[in-house]
Each structure stands twice: as structure tokens, then as C-alpha cells.
């Protein structure tokens, strides 16, 4: 929730503010709406989202005027889904400028700056709340915002260490699993290697390139005997359970791809919880995470994908 006052901006966590600004959760209209402020001193005019529609990585401002007879006290902005406070944990960030003390009229755009941005928001439509407070009077009014985007779902898949008998070449495109036998007539798909490596005693996800110069499966129709080995791009992320599980988009997994920093240098060390965004054989961006996790060379690995 984005919360102003006449000196600061403040940002909570959570919701905070007295029940009388909260209350009355609106229907969405998609235009202007304000709640019953009949004889309330403070007004709300021209509320809009510009762009109406977003897609993860990209924001909206927030437009609209706000007058008062007296000393503006405080503005809330709040994203809201149906009658439930979206505004923090699912995929949105609102920020804004706080007005000066004394101030009866302000801009949301052109004074405040106040905008919406989206991360990995669900797409749908959702509502932005503006209260006004000037001492004990208030107004509201509420607009539309559209989160748009190509839904992605999430689907699990096992991946065996290179002394177990699953497989552990993966297609991340397909979010499939192959073993030896089967991946080295398509090894330009295969996207990671998963096994165990001697040199360091350590679980990893290699590049199929890497995994080709380690030797793995040499008598095994494995990496080492394959022409074609890809040296894919991945990138490790730290990103909570909950976080990972609020990807919803491709192009929320294309703005993690642009905003994390450093590729993994030929193969990353496993561990449960580990998160990874893969830039694929066919430049498709793919968000893992390992769910389950069995230490050795004849261990495993489980790993959630979106596909």
C-alpha cells in the first residue's frame, strides 16, 4: 500500500490505516468511480491508468486530481482484485511522490508521479483505489487495470543424478526428460545436464556443452559422445517459494531474464529451493526451481518449470 502525508511518503506493508478509508470496497467500472462522500470537502477527479492495459516489466501512471478545502493529510493507493488488497506480495509495486505540507490540490501524475508497476502479477483485471483525507473528511474513487500477457503454466519433472537410472537430460522447451539413449539423437534440444560431479563432490546442473567436456556418459551414449552440445545461458535468482509461484506470464519471465545480473559459468551447484531462469535452445526463457532434492551420483532432482 502507498500511504502520503504532508512530509513523507511511507510504505506499508500491509493495511494500516483506519477502517473509514478501506471500507466499501468498490465494483470495478473501468472508468471513474467514486464512493457516497456527500458533503465531504475533499474531491477526486479524473482518475484514470494510462496505459488501462500492462504486461509484466512495464508500469502505468496513475492520472487523476485531487482537491481539498482544507490541508490534504494523507492518500492511499491500492491494488485491489475482486475485494481482496492485491497491493503487496502479488506482483505490484506502487510508487509515488509525497506532496508538500499545506497542499489542498495535487496531480497524480504530474506532482505525485504515482505509478503502478507490474512483476508478476496474475493476468485479469484488477482495481486502483485513490482515498484522499483532509483531517476527518475523505473521498475515494477507483479505476481499471488490466494486467495482460501470455499465461504460463508450471508442470514437474524428475531428473536423475548421472548414476541413476532416470534421465537427466532435459528439454526445457518441452519440459522433458530423456536419458542417454534417446537424448543423443536430439542433443541440440537438450538444454541442462543434471549429475554428479567427483571433482568437487558437488550436485550440478551443467550445459550440455560443459557436461560433453566433464565425459560424462562416454560409454553411455551420454555428453561425451554427442556432436552437438549446447552451451546454454542460465541465470541463478534468489526468489522465495510464494514468489516463484506467483509467475503467472512469459513476459514476467522475460523481465527476470533482463533484470538479473551474471550467467552461471558452465554449471551451478543444486540445492532445494534453487531457482534458475534458462535461456533455451529455441531463445525461450523458462523459470525452474528445484522442489526435491537427493544428494549423489545416484540421486535426483525435482524441478518446476513454466512452459
Known amino acids: 500500500m502507498q500511504v502520503w502525508g504532508n512530509v513523507k511518503k511511507v510504505t506499508l506493508g500491509g493495511t494500516t490505516i483506519g477502517a473509514m478509508v478501506l471500507a466499501s470496497m468498490l465494483t470495478m467500472t473501468g472508468c471513474l468511480t467514486k464512493d457516497d462522500n456527500s458533503g465531504s470537502k475533499v474531491s477526486i477527479s479524473g482518475l484514470a491508468a494510462n496505459p488501462a492495459s500492462v504486461s509484466a516489466g512495464h508500469s502505468a501512471d496513475i492520472e487523476g486530481s485531487v482537491t481539498s478545502e482544507a490541508a490534504l493529510t494523507g492518500i492511499t493507493v491500492t491494488v485491489w482484485k475482486g475485494t481482496e488488497n492485491v497491493t503487496t506480495g502479488k506482483g505490484f509495486t506502487v510508487t509515488s511522490t509525497a506532496p508538500g505540507a499545506g497542499k489542498t490540490a495535487w496531480n497524480l501524475k504530474s506532482d505525485g508521479s504515482v505509478k503502478v508497476a507490474v512483476a508478476g502479477a496474475a493476468t485479469g483485471d484488477y482495481t486502483v483505489k485513490v482515498v484522499a ?16 500477457g501470455t499465461a504460463v503454466t508450471a508442470t514437474e519433472v524428475t531428473l536423475g543424478s548421472n548414476q541413476n537410472a532416470a534421465g537427466g ?20 534440444k537438450i538444454d541442462l545436464y543434471y549429475a554428479h560431479s567427483a571433482a568437487d563432490d558437488l550436485d550440478k ?8 567436456v566433464s565425459g560424462f556418459g562416454a560409454t553411455t551414449n551420454g555428453p561425451a559422445t554427442w556432436t552437438t552440445a549446447n552451451a546454454t545461458e542460465f541465470k541463478e535468482i534468489d526468489m522465495s517459494e510464494s514468489a516463484f509461484n506467483a509467475i503467472s506470464t512469459q513476459e514476467a519471465i522475460d523481465a527476470l531474464w533482463t533484470a538479473s545480473a551474471g550467467l552461471v559459468d558452465k554449471s551451478a ?33 525435482t524441478i518446476k518449470g513454466t512452459k
Do not use: C, W
Request: proline fraction near 1%; avoid cysteine; aromatic fraction near 6%.
Open 133 to 148: 483525507m483532509a483531517g476527518t473528511d475523505s473521498a475515494s474513487a477507483t479505476t481499471g487495470l488490466t494486467v495482460s
Open 169 to 188: 537430460s532435459i528439454d526445457l522447451d518441452a519440459m522433458t526428460v530423456y536419458k542417454h539413449a534417446d537424448a543423443k539423437a536430439i542433443s541440440g
Open 269 to 301: 551447484e543444486v540445492s532445494e529451493g534453487s531457482t534458475f531462469v534458462v535461456n533455451t535452445d529455441m531463445a525461450k526463457k523458462v523459470l525452474i526451481r528445484v522442489t526435491a532434492y537427493t544428494a549423489g551420483d545416484a540421486g535426483m532432482i
Open 205 to 212: 546442473l551443467f550445459t550440455p556443452a560443459q557436461a560433453k
